[in-house]
């Protein structure tokens, strides 16, 4: 984390501790500021972290065992967090690429929707790696 000082100069500091196996891929903050959503892209996971206290940042919620999260994408009105699972083809290690949904709870905690996953291994094309998405 860092701020201005009231001389112009900036410091900064760690805020959080993201964990040993957790390889930050991609941030999004929520639409209303309380949370901050990080992809563990070797981790397999997605954390929430509330910041709505920035001085006393903590870890909020945790979905494990999703397959290298990367890119994501937060809905406008906060409730839904999608995902993909490619980053670059020299350090992608699934052989399935897609694109998941997260639901998030009015309380901020998360939850993997079993029923929505783009499988890009089918594409009429033939298999693509989604890296990053633009939902309107």
Not at 36 to 63: N, R, V
Not at 110 to 136: Q, V, Y
Request: negative net charge.
């Amino acid at each position: 984390m860092f701020k201005m000082n009231d001389d112009g100069t900036f410091s900064y500091n760690k805020a959080a501790d993201t964990g040993a196996g957790c390889s930050p891929a991609d941030l999004r903050q929520s639409p209303d500021d309380k949370y901050l959503y990080l992809s563990c892209f070797m981790g397999s996971e997605i954390q929430a972290w509330d910041i709505s206290d920035p001085e006393h940042i903590k870890l909020h919620d945790t979905i494990q065992g999703v397959v290298q999260p990367n890119m994501m994408h937060v809905t406008y009105d906060g409730r839904r967090l999608y995902f993909t699972n490619s980053a670059i083809s020299s350090i992608d290690y699934s052989p399935r690429y897609s694109m998941q949904l997260v639901q998030i709870g009015p309380d901020g905690r998360m939850k993997l929707d079993p029923n929505f996953k783009i499988d890009f291994t089918k594409a009429p094309e033939g298999p693509a790696r989604p890296h990053d998405m633009l939902l309107n």
